[in-house]
């Protein structure tokens, strides 16, 4: 709250300080709508800030969980096998396992630090990942056929996810192209019909 209010009054020390050299009105929104702005700016920056962190997450998530498949099946209690793959890697989910098995070794039960892990990476994955955790140690259930099928799931979504971007990518490229390259390789064409021109002494 402190960091909104701070920002908000930056924001309108800003607009005070710019209204004077706007044009007719814009003066005065500049001064009414500056203190809201920069209300919400820490809001919108920290929205950003978590999107970006889940996306780091999800694409780490389909190798996280099949390491950690073969460190179960290999023997390693899940607690430990959770600090051993997290320790393999960098992103945030890595340091949320790490987290998780660190507070579940100093007596936080599991299920607790999966919830935080939840809360920290909101993605519909990691929430599946938690739930075949939390299953596991409820239920008995075989943690190595569910985490190779949780594998293979993230894998799939993390694929789609590349589908989508790269099927956003395409319309933007198109318009850089007509923005952009068009304009430019016309302009080339009538440099070089400027210059045949003068060369053969034609008025232009």
């Known amino acids: 709250m ?4 701070l920002c908000a009054a930056l924001a309108g020390g800003v607009g005070v300080l710019v209204a004077p050299a ?14 809201g702005a920069g209300f919400l700016v820490p809001d919108l920056y ?4 978590e999107r970006a962190r889940v996306a780091a997450a ?3 998530l389909p190798d996280m969980l099949e390491l950690l498949r073969v460190t179960v099946e290999a023997g390693q209690a899940p607690v430990k096998a959770l600090a ?21 070794e100093l007596g936080q039960p599991l299920d607790d630090g999966l919830a935080e892990m939840e809360r920290m990476l ?12 939390q299953d596991a140690r409820r239920h008995g259930t075989p ?14 979504s993390r694929h789609a996810r590349v589908r989508e971007a790269a099927a956003r990518a395409g319309p933007k490229v198109q318009l850089v192209v007509a923005l952009v390259l068009v304009p430019s390789a016309l302009l080339f064409v ?15």
Request: aromatic fraction near 6%; avoid cysteine; charge should be positive.
């Open 190 to 204: 009538a440099a070089a019909l400027l210059a045949n021109l003068s060369s053969l002494g034609l008025p232009y």
């Open 84 to 104: 051993a793959v997290g320790a393999e890697f960098d992103g945030p989910l890595a340091a949320a396992w790490r987290r998780v098995a660190l507070l579940a």
């Open 46 to 49: 920290q929205r950003r800030l």
């Open 2 to 5: 402190k960091a909104r209010a």
């Open 143 to 156: 943690l190595g056929a569910a985490l190779a099928a949780q594998a293979t799931r993230a894998r799939a």
């Open 22 to 35: 706007a044009p007719g009105r814009l003066g005065f929104l500049l001064i009414a709508a500056a203190p």
């Open 122 to 133: 909101p993605s519909e994955d990691v929430t599946s990942f938690s739930r075949v955790m």
């Open 58 to 60: 999800l694409r780490e």
